[in-house]
């Protein structure tokens, strides 16, 4: 089994910043593909970023530029640096993993992963 535990989320103003973390324990290998999910109150759970192999990383269209993906196999933790954070940011957001090495495609499509983090808030006000 896998476990994945997000932190860093809460509350910021439009503009500002967030890191999100999320460390993973359990049979985890570090080419694994992850990524980050958001899902906001009445949406469908969309991808946001995936990091992939040979470090391959793969991002949505409206957070390009402003999200980072990153991976530190020696902490077992995937991070997502958020800047200029917008309102229609807010969202819980959820790491992702699958068990297998991948790299992802453009639309990070949900029925790849296979174990989800509990997943965290992010509130960005205007």
């Known amino acids: 089994q896998v476990h994945l535990e997000e932190s860093g989320g809460g509350s910021v103003q439009a503009g500002g910043s967030l890191r999100l973390s999320c460390v993973h324990s359990?049979?985890?290998?570090?080419?694994?593909?992850m990524g980050w999910f958001r899902q906001a109150p009445g949406k469908e759970r969309e991808g946001v970023a995936g990091?992939?192999?040979?470090?391959?990383?793969t991002y949505a269209d409206s957070v390009k530029g402003r999200f980072s993906i990153s991976k530190d196999n020696a902490k077992n933790t995937l991070y997502l640096q958020m800047n200029s954070l917008k309102p229609e940011d807010t969202a819980m957001y959820y790491c992702?993993?699958?068990?297998?090495?991948?790299?992802?495609?453009?639309?990070?499509?949900?029925?790849?992963?296979?174990?989800w983090g509990k997943g965290i808030q992010v509130t960005v006000s205007s």
């Open positions: 992702a993993a699958i068990a297998a090495t991948c790299v992802w495609p453009e639309s990070l499509p949900t029925y790849l992963v296979d174990y």
């Open positions: 990091f992939g192999g040979a470090a391959s990383t």
């Open positions: 359990g049979h985890m290998y570090p080419n694994y593909c």
